[in-house]
């Protein structure tokens, strides 16, 4: 889906500042100490206040304060967690959830949810967040039910609603946010800008974080966004479905429309790739 100009931006910047104040950015308490220490020196030098940087709002570049920051140090020192592979299909060899092929056709008529068998593989795209890396490992599964409409006029009705749960595995150097090093249970709250309802992230090994991201939205199509589009207008090309609203958020689809029968493969989406489909049928 392509994200429609400045309001994401915002939501994904208000996320980021939302959730890392000036004292949550520097959680070594040194700085006070350095401070006092370099109150009662005789130059006024206060090369002890490290840590103390300036965060500016809107989620701007922050600038580093003086002085070592040791006590961020050892993070990686947490015993290693249950891994999240193993997941039926989801390492892209070939897994459960395989669409046929796209073939086009009329789409028409009132359809219901007869099916759905989506795996989310592939990488997430961080870059958007703004954070210490630009994509990282996904894995995970949609769910998808209910009702979509598609008016002989062009315009459509999503009376869907999807879920999903996703495990995320971020690099050490994720956890840089403007400079400072945040932890994982601080890093989880910048995902909500993607749509997800709770995101939990521990410690795992060498560093690295292990999260787990669930979410339940009404419309979508088996998509997980900020903003889903319950209803605007649809053109089709060639096998490709195309979904837009009145701001021209978009979302694509290949498709195949047959014998009383719709099945849809989401594409584009920043949140993994989707192997599968979703199958709907006429009542």
């Known amino acids: 889906m392509q994200q429609g100009g400045g309001w994401w931006i915002w939501a994904v910047c208000a996320s980021l500042a939302g959730c890392f104040s000036r004292s949550e950015l520097d959680p070594d308490p040194g700085g006070e100490a350095g401070q006092a220490s370099a109150d009662s020196g005789s130059g006024g030098k206060q090369e002890g206040a490290g840590g103390r940087g300036s965060v500016p709002a809107g989620g701007g570049k922050a600038t580093a304060g003086h002085g070592p920051s040791s006590g961020h140090g050892g993070r990686g ?136 991201a669930v979410f339940a939205r009404d419309a979508g199509l088996g998509r997980l966004t900020f903003d889903p589009l319950p209803n605007g207008s649809f053109t089709t090309s060639g096998n490709v479905l195309t979904l837009s609203d009145e701001w021209n958020n978009r979302a694509s689809y290949q498709y195949c429309a047959s014998a009383g029968e719709l099945e849809l493969r989401p594409l584009e989406t920043l949140t993994g790739t989707l192997r599968g489909s979703v199958v709907l049928a006429k009542p």
Request: net charge negative; charged share 15%.
């Open 77 to 212: 020192g947490h015993g290693g967690e249950p891994g999240h592979g193993g997941r039926g299909g989801s390492d892209g060899t070939g897994g459960a959830c395989s669409p046929a092929a796209p073939c086009g056709g009329d789409i028409t008529g009132s359809w219901t949810v007869a099916s759905a068998c989506l795996d989310v593989t592939g990488v997430i795209d961080l870059i958007p967040l703004g954070i210490g890396c630009d994509s990282a490992p996904i894995t995970g599964s949609r769910a998808v039910a209910g009702t979509f409409i598609a008016n002989a006029d062009g315009s459509y009705v999503d009376l869907t609603t999807t879920s999903g749960e996703d495990q995320i595995r971020l690099a050490p150097q994720c956890l840089n946010v403007s400079g400072v090093v945040v932890t994982c249970e601080r890093i989880a709250a910048v995902f909500t800008a993607y749509g997800y309802d709770s995101v939990n992230c521990a410690p795992g090994n060498d560093g690295e974080c292990s999260c787990d």
